[in-house]
């Protein structure tokens, strides 16, 4: 039997060994990955439930609710800091 | 001997003929039915659920997400004790218990939905019973932080006939397409557990969830808006009202509210009448606030100079009828403002005969009537414009003060807006930017479909209606110093061929500040009882909104 032959006979071997050593820890991860999934897939939904929960926490509805529950009201009133002009400037008879 | 020699030869021969042609029937012929028998114990599909598109305001916060929510099924033949089941089902769902108890207890079912898109809270509730015969399919359902807020403008999700998810009006309706994404599927080898098989085949064609939406629509304005207009409709006592603001140099939608309303997280206990936005849906006669437009398109014309005199001095005869003012008082010599400050019929009557039959009718079209604005929402109808042939001397006369013709709102706005931002029709818009799954970006920009007026045209005309706002009937509604440009408008409603006396509907149409205006607004009130002019309904709610958009936008007085 020549080198070479030899050569490829025990690539062969390993190779197969190899493949029933991966396939033997693979076995396992199946169950790990399905493990995986099902976290992610939980933190999705919490993700889910805590973007809601901001939502609804953070929304005009519930803000102007507990403004008013806790005694704020709207200004009535507008406060203008600029001075009005003159009649005689302003160039309208409306004023 | 050779006898049976040949005998055996040809038994064998016949032996292995049958093998191959089995071969052959097995791997070849059957192949396709074989594999796919093989794929079945093995492979498991599943349908991976494309996410429904969320739907923000202008600054990014949540009008409508999706929430968990869960599939109740049963499968009757594993029942162990229906008569208790039943009755936790029906405790928790609120739903009788002879009507659970009746599906429960047909045997011959083998999987029956019972309840769909149940919340978190009666998901737990009703797994902590542990009952045997009972599961879950997770899916997600719709949730809107605002609650019934811009109800009208969002539509709502329900089920099509073949029970997929589906939106139905507004833009939930109108972006259906966009919003639902696509399913995916993922095909994957699975052990006795139930666990993937890594080394196994995995085939998947991802979910592409659907894309985002991101509104012109400002929350706080529309917030202001809809408590305004609901504290309005219980002040004088309306069987409904809307309001719509819109960007005048754009087009962009601000706020659209409507009562009465309903709530999309609850569509089906509302009567379906409510689903419809009356601001795109209701036509209604616009009465006075229609006065503007033909003021423009008769200025526009330069038929008439805004100084023209008319003497108003007394009711007009018309095709053989009387026409009147609203109040029955008549001015005597008066310009073209004046006419529109006192809100004149007979002095638009006038205006109409200079302005001229065809380019009325011409105005009038190009001016959006008869046809749809073309708004991103769902259900928009338009009422059509009587055919060319059809309109007599009455017909022009009683337009020009804006009763005969039907408009929806967004119609009326949109076509206001021109006066507003110097003489351009706006496409009406919601959504301003479309955002995929992968953050891919759609710009939506505005969109000019006509120029009407000039802008000379426009400048007069708002100052008209600026003088309207300050010496008409609205002078004590008006904050101090701050310049808006409106018009009231009273509209007695069409029934059986005649005009009910007693039913209005009021509006206001005005925007501000009047030289460089940050909105444009109309209210419209269906008949309001305690008072049926727009003045004195319509218009205090418009001057309440707006004080507030005064205060949220920074606007100094003038």
Redesign the interface.
Known sequence: MSKINLFFITFIIVLSIFQVI??NS??T???N??KLLNEIEAIE?NN??I??EI??A????TI?EKASASGLI??QH?V?L?V?LPLALSGRS?? | MERRLRFVFNLFCFLFITVILRLFFWQVTSFDKLKSAAEKQTLTSLTIAAKRGRIFSSDG??LV????AYLLFVEPYKLKDIENTSTILANVLDIPVASIAATLSDTKLRWVPIADKLD?KKFEEIKKYNLTGIGFL?N?KR?Y???S?AAHLLGFVGKNSTGIDQGYFGLEGYYDEQLRGRDGRLKIE??A???????GKIEEIPAENGRDLYLTID??VQ?IAENKLKEGIEKYGAKGGSVVLLEPYTGAVLAMASFPSYDPGVFSSFPTEYYKNPVIVSSYEPGSTFKVLVMSAVLNEGKVTPDVKYNEEGPIEVGGYIIRTWNQKYHGEIDLAKILEYSSNVGMVFVGGKLGHAPFINYIERLGFGNLTEVDLEEETSSSLRPKNKWYEIDYATASFGQGIAVTPLQMVRAVTTIANGGKLMRPYLVKKIRDSKGKEIEILPKTEAKIFKPETTNVVAEMM??AV??GETRFLN?S??RIAGKTGTAQIPISGHYDTNKTITSFVGFAPVDAPKFIMLVTLSEPTASPWGSETAAPIFFNIA??L??YWGI??S
Request: hydrophobic share 30%; no cysteine.
């Open positions: 991966i396939f693979n076995s991860a199946g169950a990955l399905s939904k889910d439930i973007n809601r939502a609804r953070s929304s005009i509805a102007s709207t200004n507008i203008s600029t009005p409306s004023l | 916060s949540p997400i999706n929430q968990p978190e997770e997600s949730y932080p605002e609650s807020m699975e052990d557990l139930g666990n993937p098989i890594l080394s929350k706080t917030f600026a003088g300050n010496n904050p110093r701050y004080k507030e005064f205060s100094s007085p």
